[in-house]
């Protein structure tokens, strides 16, 4: 079993930053894979990001790639999202998610947060 909670979201101009937080607890947390899904209003949930259980691969969408990061660090049970250059089109729902191996599709991820609010005004 694995518990996640994210934190962090927020109000942004365009052009601007902010960086989600997501712990994820339990016995054999360190050993799944995390990632970021964002969903928003009148939209299915899609992909944001990835990241492995070593912290070492990731993988990004096209639509965030160059512009968001995702890292991790075990010691602290956390997964961050550093979100630059931010555009209205980023406001969603943001969801951190763990799963068994590394994948794309929501049905991959196990554990779900409960979502964190990013809206990007223009």
């Known amino acids: 079993q694995v518990t996640v909670v994210e934190s962090g979201g927020g109000l942004v101009h365009a052009g601007g930053s902010l960086r989600l937080s997501c712990t994820a607890s339990?016995?054999?947390?360190?050993?799944?894979?995390m990632g970021w899904f964002r969903q928003a209003p009148g939209k299915e949930r899609e992909f944001v990001c990835e990241?492995?259980?070593?912290?070492?691969?990731?993988f990004y969408a096209d639509s965030v790639k160059g512009r968001f990061t995702i890292s991790r660090d075990n010691a602290k049970d956390t997964v961050y999202l550093q979100m630059n250059s931010l555009k209205p089109e980023d406001t969603a729902i943001y969801y951190c998610?763990?799963?068994?191996?590394?994948?794309?599709?929501?049905?991959?991820?196990?554990?779900w947060g409960q979502g964190t609010q990013v809206t990007v005004s223009s």
């Open positions: 990241i492995g259980a070593g912290g070492i691969m990731t």
């Open positions: 339990g016995r054999t947390a360190k050993t799944h894979a």
């Open positions: 998610a763990a799963s068994r191996v590394m994948g794309v599709d929501t049905i991959e991820y196990e554990y």
